[in-house]
């Protein structure tokens, strides 16, 4: 096991993972005397909250992905390595690569987000894949793709209808955008690409097990984005649980919609199904946990102390999607951050103004989140906003919040490159419906799929 050399006397910060959370982080100790190691297992930050955009072929990846290293060519305190971390002895504080090497840290900050959940049901991971990273999105682009390519190609109705067939699972955000996105692209890009289908009559489902889609947002909300899930052509199922999926579509508990309602269950046969059910902590939570002897919630999120270190670890920060953290509000009872974007960023940065009280002999402080809302798009036109406000909330759908909802992941997106492709990328195809990140790679398994 070799240790990556550390000359300088400086204090070491390492930071593992650099999405939001690690981002913020590494670059609240941009200027102080402190040498700060960024780990990720991919050389892109990458902003998964237009990750279904590149799933849905409305945009290339390097739009919504950043390179890490280029992130931090101006701040010359920060050292970025292509690493996956496998373990952190605690005891020997040092973070451990795949590979052998190892990280030496006086202040670690952990940062390494979530991945899916199949709720214990591993094996339907490969029909139907979650959206998380970019290898995601490449694969649910392909299977929505071919699956309209396919359908072209057979002869049987029955077996052409299943082609047609796309489901969602999970009335969550990442639910709704893919259902509703999903519509778009039957019913307005792809009419007039295909001489034997008619790619509007193909049906879009979506499955949510409890009684109503985003669930986080105020009911009236949700029940305007299932009005517009509606108009724009999905199919919105609700105590909609899944059983069983397989190589040939899925089960559901329960009567179908119209059909015999003393049935117990229903089979829906797709090819194309979109897992958007479940998030579990990344693995590394776990592991930690055990290093540590600190606890996990049922997600596997670490939790954490109010200044968002481990329980007897006050060098070991953990932030973002793998932190079980609350908001500390004086006066008030403590409540669990969400697991979003701004929550992420702030604690990131929380984590590394506190880094720097300890080393200037400050005590640290508690983390305190500001909720500034909470936005979800639904296609064309559609979205909805629930914004905080010192008047109370604001609240609408619709154009405007279709409007707000772009303008404001525009602004965060990271780059201005990006934001320049984006608006241009979204203003085109906002009025010619076109999707031009419409190339399939890994044509071998595509072939099989076809033949299949
Ligand atoms: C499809 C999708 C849509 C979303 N939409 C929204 C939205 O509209 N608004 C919103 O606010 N939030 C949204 N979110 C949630 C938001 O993206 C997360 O809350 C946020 O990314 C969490 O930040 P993080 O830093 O904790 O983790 P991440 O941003 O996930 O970053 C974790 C990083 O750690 C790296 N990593 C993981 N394990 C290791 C390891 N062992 N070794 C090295 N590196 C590792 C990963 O490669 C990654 O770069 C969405 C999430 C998804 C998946």
Redesign the pocket.
Known sequence: MSSIPNTAIRPRVVI????????EAARALRGSAIDVTV????NH??F??L??QVATAGLSAPAIAAPVRHLFRKQPNVTTLL????RIDVAERQVLLQGGDALPYDHLIV????THSYFGRDDWAAFAPG???LDDAFEIRRRILLAFEAAERENDPARRAAWLNFVVVGGG??GVEMAGTLAEIARHTLPGEFRHIDPASAKIILLEGGTRVLQAMPEALSQRAKEQLEKLGVEVRVDARVTAIDATGLTVAGPAPGGDPAATSYTIPSQCIVWGAGVAA???GRLLAEATGSTTDRAGRLVVEPDLSIPGHPEISV????AAAKSHVPGQEPTPVP??????KQM?RAAAANVLRRLAGQPSQPFRYRDYGN??TIGRNAAVVDLASPMGPVRFSGYFAWLFWLFA?VYFLIGFRNRLVVLMDWGWAYWSFARYARVVTGIEGAKKQLQE
């Open positions: 593992v993972g650099c999405g939001f959370g690690g981002l780990v990720d297992k991919t930050h990458l998964q909250p990750l279904y690493g996956e971390v496998e940062a390494a987000g979530a959206l998380k990273t955000p990442t990344s693995p590394l932030v973002g999607d793998l697991g979003v974007s701004p929550g992420a990131g936005l979800a992941h």
